[in-house]
Nanobody
């Protein structure tokens, strides 16, 4: 069992930055691929960024490429999402997720085994 707790969400103006953090507890964090998803009202949950167990491989959705950066610290059992140049369309609840036994990253919801409770990000225009 892995418990994930997100933090760092909030209200920011367009063009601003936020840094989301996800703290993991439970089984060995370094065994898991990690991902960040988001869900806006009335929309399906979508992948934002993902990283392999080592952090050596990463994935970004086209909508955030060049603006968001995912990173992980296996010694501290944390994964971060640095979000720069935020846009109103980035407004959503952001979720951290962990998928077992991954030497690569995962991009599909069904590939993840554990989820956090989510943190709200609101970008005003």
């Amino acid at each position: 069992q892995v418990r994930l707790v997100e933090s760092g969400g909030g209200l920011v103006q367009a063009g601003g930055s936020l840094r989301l953090s996800c703290a993991a507890s439970g089984r060995t964090f370094s065994r898991y691929a990690m991902g960040w998803f988001r869900q806006a009202p009335g929309k399906e949950r979508e992948i934002v960024a993902a990283t392999s167990w080592s952090g050596g491989s990463t994935y970004y959705a086209d909508s955030v490429k060049g603006r968001f950066t995912i990173s992980r610290d296996n010694a501290k059992n944390t994964v971060h999402l640095q979000m720069d140049s935020l846009k109103p369309e980035d407004t959503a609840v952001y979720y951290c997720a962990a998928g077992e036994a991954a030497y690569t990253y995962y991009t599909l919801l069904g590939q993840y085994d554990y989820w956090g409770q989510g943190t709200q990000v609101t970008v005003s225009s």
